[in-house]
């Protein structure tokens, strides 16, 4: 992983730089769409959270100092991982072609904080629109992506400090989490998508 990606401190403008980068490199799929691909998505989460539980589990195991080093690099193993399911998902259902920024944002993080997520996808009745969002509204709502994150890189540290039984509930939480971007992108790229210019999208 490159160097570069990995934030010096816990700065939440510096975490929020790495986001952006982040959700500009789109992965691409080898999923092809399949006669039920909400079952094919399924498979696919399970299988990601068990892997993320692996990582993070793993990256925790480190007592105190060492510990708290792995920190933003075991949160940025398990972005990567969940970017790359997004985008299986995405495949699985045929909807590959709406990957963007946006809804990479809306599945990785909407759970976390719903109210972010307005100005990227919104319900309409059964279809949802993706608001081809202008630069400085994405770097607005990274920006309090990355307090958030801040927030949790700090409560997680906490854990670094009680090995095994961290590792554990880090673990635990690693899945839970990427169960949580899978239900958010199963229910959004199960249903018909549109792309929508943004009001702001005028750079």
């Known amino acids: 992983m490159p160097n570069a990606l990995i934030p010096s401190d816990k700065d939440p403008s510096m975490v929020s730089k790495v986001l952006l980068e982040l959700v500009s490199r789109i992965p691409t799929s080898g999923e092809v769409t399949t006669s039920d691909p909400k079952k094919r ?26 510990g708290l080093a792995t920190l933003l690099p075991d949160l940025l193993a398990i972005w990567r991982l969940q970017q790359g ?25 909407k759970h976390g904080g719903a109210a972010l997520m307005r100005d990227l996808v919104v319900r309409a009745g059964e279809r949802y629109l993706i608001h081809q969002t202008a630069l400085k509204t994405i770097q607005h709502i990274l920006q309090k992506i990355g307090i958030r994150v801040t927030q949790k890189v700090i409560g997680k540290s906490i854990s670094r400090w009680v090995p095994v039984l961290g590792a554990v509930g880090v673990g635990a939480y690693a899945y839970y989490d990427t169960a949580q971007v899978a239900a958010t992108a199963i229910e959004l790229f199960s249903k018909d998508l549109k792309l929508a210019d943004s009001k702001e999208n005028t750079g």
């Not at 072609?97 to 993080?109: G, N, P, Q, R, S």
């Open 85 to 109: 399911m997004v985008a299986d998902i995405a495949a699985a259902f045929g909807k590959s072609a709406y990957l963007k920024k946006e809804t990479m944002i809306y599945c990785l993080f």
């Open 41 to 66: 998505a399924q498979l696919i989460a399970r299988s990601t959270a068990v892997k993320a539980a692996g990582i993070s589990g793993a990256l925790s195991l480190p007592p105190g100092p060492f």
